[in-house]
């Protein structure tokens, strides 16, 4: 297991090399100058810009500004931010907890939600239930989260005026009101994250269910006078999740692209939002970093999917 | 209005004819920004009564307001003024920092870490214009206890000065040099006369750093000083807490220089979202007290307004939407360079052309259908619109005439209804940034075009393009390789001097400048670039006024730029909120008085 790992960590290596070289080089090719801003008044003099263009070493050709970038990274060095006049990593670690959070709850709701309905769906196939939890989930993935964080803001905070509808990542309250706050101004963003990937997932955790529930193994394990409970948590759910987790771990990419706009919407202080101010100010080392970030993440969940695999199926062995 | 007018105004001033607002409004109607029109008026020694007095600051103790919130859809990504990249960031350095003096919205300057303003009157400005000495508040103290001093107002030249600081600041402090003559004067001379002193030291680019904190990171070392992220001023406020583009945060500041003041506890300042949902937050939910640079079309600014827990604020300010003809061509290589000087473009140098598209620019319907409040039509190049009737300040409509203007040129509508005269045809490429009213504003000039046999063809392009300084890029706004183009310009500095130089020859954007150059249009006016000259020398600010109202003039008698309308600055208030506000400074330049109506 610790060789597998290892080896596993070591071919991430070479992958990582080549996202960033891909994203060095299209963000390098790309339009636009961090120093816009500067270079549009008129009461700085073009040297100051042409002064922090050599600063950040902007003038240097892609090969030798993408070398001096990987070998800072190796060393540790993040790198600066234009905008800011901060380090990056600074930057990251003051946003990635706030992302991981509400990326976090929403997708234990989603599983909260997709599991258990997903999978009485499935035991009762066509019932009531299945029908009512199938529309709801069709509506639940059609929509957008965008829209949905909209309509939930004009509900839930303008018509109603129950939630906060701006985030705040430091709230001055102590004790159980700073918990109380956190988890109010939380619930809209979580519930729209985590209701549109709990819609999909209850139509796979259903198929997938639904797949197994009929083999031969589940209706011995029911002769065999298991009860019904065990049956279906036991025998059939665990082999059912196997694709489900693959379907989990590959979709965490999107998650995180799909709460960029969330957080938006709702003023997440997250990596998400980072990255968009990032990209609108042009701040080359910040969008870097981020996306960079965004890569190590895929390449860590996808690692863990095939950890699982092992764990739910004993017959998948890692060599 | 020549020199003679504006004299006998000031006089009518000092007899008590007028009053200070409706000569102020005079000047404005004539191009001329308030601060200049303010200026005008300390110079010759009218009394300024009630000057800053005119808002009411009610709260007789320091603190006890509670919370006072900020929702900036751009959060502060730095808090050191001196590297304020934009609005954003001096928003959030001026909660902590302040300059010695700022302006307020009459155009009036207030007094901050300054004891007085200095004058002639005073002996503050020297009588050759290349002097002022201030004199600095005495028993202030930075937020850590230590004094501010004349030291630290040298530093903070010395500190802006130096080019490897990067400062962008650097323009008001590198032309002048500052001495101390006691612990609470400085003295700043100019390299030459200066009529308008009061730019170092002053409002939003003028605000002063701790020496004691910085003096160790000048240079290229500026960057590694922690206090640019923990600021430490003088002002209202003490920092609690800073998350680039996201927060900032900071509490009262119990020894305050000034007394009764601030009346909040403690300020937040949000970033990040949009505008549309931060008007929201102010007009609706009242879940935040101020929003700033509310963008958003006036219909949804009026819906939004109608639940009353908050309002609209519109503040005249310098931003300038505008068109702009090429004078040179964009088609032809001359020499290897587009658009270069010694081209001339086919049709747009005829003057009757130009003449005929200021006729065929509906201002009247794109404040209507497009602006509504945010945006008022003008006909002025410099500054403000015309809330006070100019003589000169009709914008007439009227595409028949433009038509026969052109047929009497010799402009004559050939087969395809588009006009000819020796072969050169009237078709252009119009282009801007893609933005949704610039987009409606470019149907409604086509619409007119067409009509009197124009072709225009429409282009957009991407913002991050556009405004960009990519010497590699065609499409920037500053090669202007395109018959026509509109955008935004801003007139940064209270005076017009910097911003009216971008008709001035020597500014013609080229290719040996990079494009940098600020001259856009590539206007070449001789007049023109002669009374900027002189303009430059000259002391008397009455002169100088007059100097800059023919210049304005002369750019509208010669079309050389085809102003739509003015922007004003627009933000969303809670309605117990009371603040002054400025278009000249920061709104938050006077965060000291903000308070709460109970």
């Known amino acids: 297991m610790g060789k597998y790992l290892l080896r596993r960590l070591l071919i991430a290596i070479p992958s990582l090399i080549g996202i960033s070289i891909v994203l060095f080089t299209v963000l390098a090719l790309a339009p636009g100058d961090p ?14 810009r042409e002064n922090l263009r050599k600063q950040f070493g902007l003038d240097d050709p ?99 005026d129950w939630l906060p509808f701006v985030y705040r990542a430091d709230i001055a309250e102590t004790g159980w009101r700073f918990y109380w706050e956190h988890l109010k101004q939380s619930i809209m963003p979580v519930a729209v994250l985590g209701l549109f990937q709990g819609a999909s997932w209850t139509r796979y955790v259903r198929s997938a269910v639904l797949d197994v529930i009929r083999l031969d193994y589940v209706t011995t394990a029911r002769s065999k006078g298991l009860s019904e409970k065990v049956v279906v948590i036991k025998h059939a759910l665990r082999n059912a999740l196997i694709p489900v987790v693959t379907l989990v771990a590959l979709q965490m990419p999107t998650i ?54 092992g764990w739910l199926d004993p017959r998948i062995a890692y060599r | 209005m020549n020199e003679q007018d504006i004299r006998g105004l000031v006089e009518d001033v000092r007899e008590g004819r007028i009053s200070r607002r409706q000569f102020i409004h005079t000047l404005i ?42 929702l900036m859809w751009q959060g502060p990504t730095l808090l050191n003024p001196h590297f304020a990249t934009g609005t954003k960031d001096q928003y959030g350095s001026r909660m902590f920092y302040e300059p010695l003096a700022a302006w307020d919205g009459d155009g009036n300057l207030v007094p901050c870490l300054a004891a007085e303003i200095p004058s002639l009157q005073n002996g503050g400005v020297g009588k050759d214009g290349k002097t002022v000495t201030w004199k600095l508040k005495k028993g202030v103290t930075w937020h850590d206890g230590k004094p501010f001093t004349a030291d630290d107002v040298v530093f903070n030249h010395a500190y802006a000065k130096d080019p490897a600081t990067a400062c962008t600041t650097i323009g008001s402090y590198q032309d002048n040099t500052v001495e101390k003559i006691d612990s ?26 701790p020496k004691h904190l910085f003096e160790g990171f000048m240079g290229a070392k500026s960057r590694d000083a922690p206090a640019n992220l923990k600021p430490v001023g003088t002002g209202p406020y003490l920092f609690v807490d800073f998350r680039p583009g996201d927060l900032v945060s900071g509490k009262i500041n119990p020894n305050f220089h000034e007394s009764n003041r601030p009346f909040f506890d403690a300020f937040e300042m949000k970033g990040g979202g949009d505008a549309v949902s931060a008007a929201r937050a102010v007009l609706q939910t009242g879940e935040f007290d101020y929003a700033w640079n509310m963008q958003v079309e006036d219909d949804i600014l009026k819906k939004l307004e109608a639940g009353g827990k908050g309002k609209i604020n519109i503040v005249p300010g310098g931003g300038l939407e505008m068109v702009q003809l090429n004078y040179t061509d964009p088609w032809n290589e001359v020499e290897g360079e587009r658009a270069s000087l010694k081209s001339k473009h086919p049709s747009l140098t005829d003057p009757a052309v130009r003449e005929a598209f200021t006729l065929l620019i509906d201002r009247a319907s794109i404040q209507e259908h497009i602006y509504g409040r945010t945006g008022i039509a003008t006909r002025n190049f410099v500054n403000q619109p015309t809330r006070f009737a100019s003589k000169d300040n009709k914008f007439a409509f009227d595409p028949d005439k433009a038509s026969a203007i052109l047929e009497a040129a010799g402009w004559k509508k050939g087969s395809d209804g588009i006009r000819a005269k020796d072969g050169k045809k009237l078709k252009y490429v119009f282009q801007t940034s893609i933005n949704a009213p ?45 018959d026509i183009q509109m955008y935004q310009t801003t007139q940064t500095q209270p005076d017009p001097e910097i911003f009216i130089n971008q008709f001035c020859s020597w500014e013609a954007s080229t290719k040996e400048n990079k494009w940098q150059g600020r001259n856009i249009t590539r206007y070449i006016n001789a007049d023109f670039d002669k009374v900027y000259r002189a303009s430059q020398v000259e002391l008397d600010p009455v002169k100088r006024s007059a100097m800059f109202v023919e210049m304005n003039e002369n ?29 000249w400074d920061n709104d938050v330049a006077f965060i000291k008085d903000w308070f709460r109506e109970a």
């Open chain 2, 29 to 70: 109607g004539f191009g001329l920004s308030v601060p200049m029109a303010g200026t005008i008026l300390m110079h010759a020694g009218v009394a300024n009564a009630q000057a800053y007095g005119s808002f009411p600051y009610k709260p007789t103790k320091r603190g006890g307001g509670g919370v006072v919130k900020l």
């Open chain 1, 62 to 160: 892609i090969p030798v500004r993408y070398t001096r970038w990987v070998t800072s990274m190796a060393k540790g060095d993040w790198g600066f931010s234009f905008a800011s006049r901060v380090d990056v990593d600074k930057l990251i670690k003051g946003r990635l907890p706030t992302t991981l959070i509400i990326i976090g709850s929403s997708q234990l709701l989603a599983l909260l939600i997709a599991i258990p309905i997903g999978v009485i769906a499935a035991t009762r196939p066509y019932s009531i239930f299945d029908q009512v939890a199938n529309t709801f989930a069709f509506i639940g993935f059609s929509l957008p989260t965008f829209f949905t964080g909209i309509l939930f803001i004009l509900f839930f905070s303008i018509y109603l």
């Open chain 2, 184 to 209: 609470h004067t400085v003295k700043v001379t100019f390299n030459k006369p200066t009529p308008f002193w009061a730019d170092p030291f002053v409002g939003t680019r003028g605000c002063l750093i």
């Open chain 1, 256 to 309: 995180f692209g799909g709460a960029i706009v969330t957080e938006q919407i709702f003023r997440v202080p997250g990596i998400g939002s980072l990255l968009i101010s990032a990209i609108l100010a042009n701040d080359t080392p910040v969008i870097m970093a981020v996306t960079f970030v965004f890569a190590c993440l895929v390449i860590f969940f996808n690692l863990l999917a095939d950890v699982l695999y």
């Open chain 2, 438 to 482: 610039r987009q409606k504003a470019q149907q409604i000039i086509k619409q007119a075009c067409t009509k009197a046999g124009i072709d225009l063809e429409l282009k957009q392009v991407v913002a991050s393009v556009f405004f960009s300084s990519d010497v590699a890029n065609v499409d920037t706004y500053t090669k202007f390789f395109c």
């Open chain 2, 555 to 583: 750019l509208i008698k010669n079309r050389a730029i085809y102003p739509l309308v003015n922007r004003p600055a627009v933000h969303a208030i809670s309605s117990k909120l009371r603040l002054p506000l400025t278009g």
């Open chain 1, 35 to 48: 120093f816009e801003e500067l270079a549009t008044n008129p009461n700085v003099p073009p040297e100051v």
